[in-house]
């Protein structure tokens, strides 16, 4: 038998992101609440559509129909327009806690959202890489959505 001793620094994930949207403060929640949900989609253009049920404790999940899917998380606090928080495993099938956040403000020219994603438990390497890129696609359709 062996085993595996993690250290602190590889069983956590911290990414932190400003983003700034030409839309008001409503619109922009709407857009995000569709774009996680029946909107997203992957980097390679392929359709991933999601349930969110936005209300505390909520459900964040793919269906996949016929009883079968993958739980991403509950909504842990919704207060539209300003918040919205989720926490679970999200996409990854290993035991990892996951926080999602996101902080809508007012600003000047639209809206700002302060997004920010932590986790901890053995996130997988690949996920560590490929997450920033996951999360920049949904931002940037997110920021086309609520443009047009």
């Not at 929640?29 to 774009?35: G, I, K």
């Not at 392929?46 to 969110?52: D, I």
């Not at 290993?94 to 639209?110: D, F, I, K, S």
């Amino acid at each position: 038998m062996s085993a595996t001793v993690l250290s602190l620094e590889s069983c956590s994930f911290s990414l932190k992101e400003e983003i700034m949207v030409r839309a008001s403060l409503e619109a922009t929640f709407q857009a995000l609440l569709e774009q996680l949900g029946p909107g997203m989609d992957t980097p390679d253009g392929q359709a991933m559509p999601l349930a969110l049920e936005a209300f505390p404790g909520g459900r964040w999940y793919r269906d996949l129909g016929e009883r079968q899917g993958h739980l991403w998380g509950h909504v842990q606090s919704i207060k539209p327009p300003v918040l919205l928080e989720f926490c679970g495993p999200l996409f990854m099938s290993e035991p990892v806690l996951n926080n999602v956040q996101y902080r809508l403000a007012a600003a000047p020219a639209g809206t700002r959202i302060e997004f920010r994603h932590s986790a901890f438990g053995p996130v997988p390497e690949a996920f560590r890489q490929r997450m920033p890129t996951g999360w920049n696609h949904i931002h940037s359709q997110l920021r086309r959505r609520v443009e047009k």
